[in-house]
């Protein structure tokens, strides 16, 4: 069955060709860590439509939680080197870039702010790119108090 957010430029994707949107990022998160396609069907089934930051985090967060509470390495590990490159960008602020704005809410805010998954970031600490770890550092500081909230 095809879906209409499939209507995006499908992938492979190569971290130089980064994707613009939204859909585009799910579908290369897809991609690089093809565990993610029964979640993202079943998604997508159920809401008639890619909800892309509910998918992003209410769907792909929680299993990559889960992968690495379970010592799944290898999926969790492809997961994470796929977000880096959506959290690549040059357009200041970061937030206005579409991309980078799913994957800093969905996956960087989405793992800090919550609280109870900081067992799950000490894990994959060493797996993360740079970018991952600096958002994830500056995320930290800003639940810590550390920095203003941008609220």
């Known amino acids: 069955m095809q879906h209409?957010?499939?209507?995006?430029k499908?992938?492979?994707m190569t971290p130089t060709e980064r994707a613009t949107t939204e859909a585009e990022a799910i579908a290369w998160l897809v991609d690089q860590v093809p565990e993610l396609r029964p979640l993202l069907d079943d998604h997508v089934a159920y809401n008639d439509e890619l909800?892309?930051?509910?998918?992003?985090?209410?769907?792909?967060?929680?299993?990559?939680?889960e992968r690495v509470r379970a010592g799944?390495?290898?999926?969790?590990?492809?997961?994470v080197a796929a977000v880096e490159p959506l959290l690549t960008t040059d357009v200041e602020p970061p937030a206005d870039d579409r991309?980078?704005?799913?994957?800093?809410?969905?996956f960087v805010e989405g793992l800090v702010m919550e609280g109870t998954w900081d067992d799950?970031?000490?894990?994959?600490r060493d797996w993360m790119g740079p970018n991952t770890s600096r958002?994830?550092?500056?995320?930290?500081?800003?639940?810590?108090?550390e920095l203003p909230s941008t609220d």
Not at 57 to 62: P, T
Not at 99 to 106: I, P, Q, S, Y
Not at 120 to 124: D, G, I, N, S
Not at 135 to 145: A, C, K, L, T, V
């Open 4 to 8: 209409r957010w499939l209507s995006c």
């Open 135 to 145: 958002n994830i550092d500056r995320e930290f500081r800003y639940r810590s108090g």
């Open 72 to 79: 799944d390495d290898d999926p969790a590990q492809r997961f």
């Open 99 to 106: 991309v980078w704005n799913l994957a800093g809410v969905c």
């Open 120 to 124: 799950v970031v000490t894990r994959a």
């Open 51 to 65: 909800l892309s930051y509910l998918a992003f985090e209410g769907e792909f967060l929680r299993w990559f939680v």
């Open 10 to 12: 499908l992938l492979p």
